[in-house]
């Protein structure tokens, strides 16, 4: 289901708490709500569409081709080559803002079937992951 995003800055600034498998709905959720903005949007985290849960979608050009990812419980554990750039967000108004990322991570998460992985990403969808990861922890660029 399509759901609303929010703007507001104090909401989106909580922490989320840790997804467990009764909140596989949320994640088809923002899946839904990501597909629905991917003109404008390649990245979302749960509390963009209200809910404080660790869960995140993204555009995933990582692989030979370019699916969506759900990522439950994303724990970045390693970050390599530190870069300045700039990035919008759909749920925050105005500019594009300053912000510091990492050319490749290394991120521990879970799949929608609850299984542990471990994967390296770089670029343009390690940029993705660090900005949804941000919103998890409550970080608004």
Do not use: W
Request: overall charge neutral; some cysteine.
């Amino acid at each position: 289901m399509i759901r609303e995003l929010v703007h507001d800055p104090l909401f989106l600034a909580r922490k989320s708490e840790n997804a467990s498998k009764e909140d596989l709905q949320t994640a088809q959720d923002l899946l839904d709500t990501l597909t629905a903005h991917k003109e404008e949007c390649v990245g979302m985290a749960a509390n963009m569409i209200g809910v404080c849960k660790r869960i995140i979608v993204f555009l995933d050009s990582s692989g030979k081709k370019i699916t969506y990812t759900v990522m439950l419980n994303p724990e970045i554990i390693k970050k390599d080559n530190m870069y300045d750039t700039r990035e919008g967000c759909l749920s925050l108004l105005g500019e594009p803002r300053k912000c510091t990322r990492y050319k490749s991570i290394k991120v521990k998460y879970q799949t929608t079937e609850m299984q542990t992985r471990i994967k390296t990403y770089t670029g343009q969808t390690a940029q993705i992951i660090q900005h949804e990861v941000d919103h998890c922890d409550g970080i608004l660029i």
